[in-house]
């Protein structure tokens, strides 16, 4: 397993880096199924970085409590900061997720905002078959990442090359070791999850999907 990328020097810059690069478009990708989320009651969300999304949900929804996981001490310090006003709401678990077990069970919400793409395949599957026994029936898992569109074949050219830019930055950044978007798709099918919706941004650079849990026996 490779080392653990750090990302805390990158707490206090990453929500102004992320608006020099694309403006509002990744906090509307996050913030595509809040609405649909507003009747959950226990979430877990896996890094979720500076915690812009923690704190919308936490305040869309007044029942809600999260569990907040992260490797980064400075991205957890700056999630609670942020969702102060609800901390009675929100717990916080310094983690490496490639190696994280569940310790509640009966979430009925999970949240992967541009997270899946710091793991690579077999991560990936790992982290979901860890995942889904910790699951209420038919939970639900919302994914925002980035994609590669099929067509126009411009289009996916361009794509591929923004990833790969991206992906450089964060290994000289961050030390991450992961150099390609995962197939989160299959992860998912292989492991009974159904897509429920899904919404395209950035002429489907940017993904935002809604997937439902298997009931387990």
């Not at 970085?49 to 001490?73: E, Q």
């Not at 310090?77 to 009966?106: I, N």
Request: hydrophobic share 50%; net charge positive.
């Amino acid at each position: 397993m490779s080392a653990i990328p750090s990302f805390d020097h990158l707490a206090a810059p990453y929500r102004w880096m992320e608006y020099f690069t694309f403006g509002p478009l990744l906090m509307r990708t996050r913030l595509a199924f809040l609405e649909e989320l507003k009747n959950s009651r226990r979430t877990l969300v896996l890094g979720d970085g500076d915690g812009r999304f923690t704190r919308a949900l936490l305040s869309a929804n007044p029942a809600l409590h999260v569990d907040a996981v992260d490797c980064s001490p400075s991205m957890l310090r700056a999630l609670a900061s942020r969702a102060a006003p609800f901390s009675r709401r929100l717990r916080t678990h310094c983690a490496d997720l490639r190696q994280w077990q569940p310790e509640a069970q009966g979430y009925d919400l999970v949240i992967t905002h541009f997270f899946l793409d710091c793991l690579n395949g077999d991560e990936l599957a790992a982290l979901v078959a860890r995942i889904l026994p910790a699951l209420a029936p038919h939970a639900r898992w919302v994914v925002s990442e980035f994609s590669i569109p099929p067509r126009p074949r411009m289009l996916a050219g361009l794509a591929r090359l923004l990833v790969a830019a991206l992906y450089f930055a964060f290994r000289i950044l961050t030390g991450l070791a992961v150099r390609q978007l995962p197939d989160h798709s299959s992860a998912f099918q292989r492991a009974g999850f159904t897509r429920l919706g899904r919404k395209n941004f950035l002429a489907g650079v940017l993904i935002a999907e809604l997937w439902s849990a298997p009931r387990l026996a």
